[in-house]
């Protein structure tokens, strides 16, 4: 099996774990403030890669290079988590959506990562969809189906900043100047001290009685472990070997885990309106980037054949 072929099969693994990061964080938001929440599960997912990034190669100029650009990257948790807390997960997941659309712009205008011209009618289409779901509350008078006005922008913050974070790593990683593991190290840290400086700075608590329920504990080890450590880490390898545009496909199987897990564990319900939005994201999306990837997929398959 060659490194694309292993790529787009962890490019799988990463879709299915960060397609259930909304609902994962809606539970825990529930007895946490978002930075402590996030706090917590940066600083363990550190502790966690510790030993790793001890032993692995590390340039002298790394801190000052990759600490600030690792606030993107805390950018977009501190923004998700604010969003997510004011919206519905259903409106998330389409939002989020929209990721491989603003990355095969952004790629293009930083790091000339070209798109073809037949692209930009679908990106267009993806675009004006993921729009529509944004604005939908300001029409849906007294309705949350589709989440808080705030809350959307917020994550549509979000998404760009993660955005941005992926082409710059997608840069870094290509020039093998950082390996995936010490990006992904410095990331964790990088937001276990945003996050930690924010909760202090706001006198949030640390502690509530009922995060030792075994259930919140189970849940909070799974955003921990797979959901970032695993994720994280290997989404850098990944990048390293695909194109950015590309590595966010990802987001084409989130939408469908985020929303199906939205329906199933919180019982969020989806109008008319909503379902109209998320169509005409996953057609934008579709026409922008479905054959090519699509084909290149087939190309990586046909040798285990």
């Known amino acids: 099996m060659s490194i694309r072929t292993k790529a787009f099969f962890s490019l799988l693994l990463i879709s299915v774990l960060w397609g259930s990061a909304g609902v994962v964080a809606k539970i825990l938001i529930r007895q946490l403030h978002p930075y402590v929440v996030l706090f917590y599960r940066f600083a363990i997912a550190a502790i966690v890669l510790l030993p790793w990034f001890i032993k692995a190669k590390k340039p002298i100029h790394m801190w000052r290079v990759l600490v600030p650009f690792s606030l ?38 930083l790091i000339n990562e070209r798109t073809p011209k037949e692209k930009l009618f679908g990106i267009i289409i993806g675009l004006i969809g993921a729009m529509y779901i944004t604005l939908l509350p300001l029409w849906e008078e007294g309705k949350v189906l589709g989440g808080d006005i705030v809350g959307n922008m917020l994550l549509v913050a979000a998404v760009l900043c993660w955005t941005l ?23 964790f840290l990088t937001l276990a001290v945003v996050s930690l400086i924010l909760a202090v700075s706001t006198r949030q608590l640390f502690f509530a009685p009922k995060v030792l329920d075994p259930t919140y504990l189970l849940v909070f080890l799974y955003s921990t472990v797979p959901v970032t450590v695993v994720t994280f880490g290997l989404f850098q390898w990944v990048i390293k070997h695909i194109s950015a ?13 985020g929303v199906a897990l939205s329906l199933i564990v919180l019982k969020e319900t989806v109008n008319a309106s ?4 998320s169509l005409i994201v996953v057609v934008g999306i579709s026409i922008a ?8 997929v087939i190309q990586q398959l046909a040798p285990l054949k």
């Open 165 to 187: 974070y992926v082409i710059g790593s997608r840069r870094f990683l290509s020039n093998d100047t950082y390996s995936p593991l010490v990006m992904a190290e410095i990331n």
């Open 72 to 109: 993107l990257s805390a950018g977009n948790a501190i923004l998700f988590y604010y969003g997510i807390s004011r919206t519905t997960v259903s409106s998330s997941a389409i939002i989020g959506a929209s990721v491989p659309l603003v990355t095969a712009i952004l790629a293009r205008l």
């Open 274 to 277: 909503f379902i109209i939005g």
């Open 289 to 296: 980037t479905g054959k090519s990837v699509f084909s290149r």
């Open 245 to 257: 545009t590309t590595a966010s496909l990802k987001d084409y199987i989130q939408l469908v885990v």
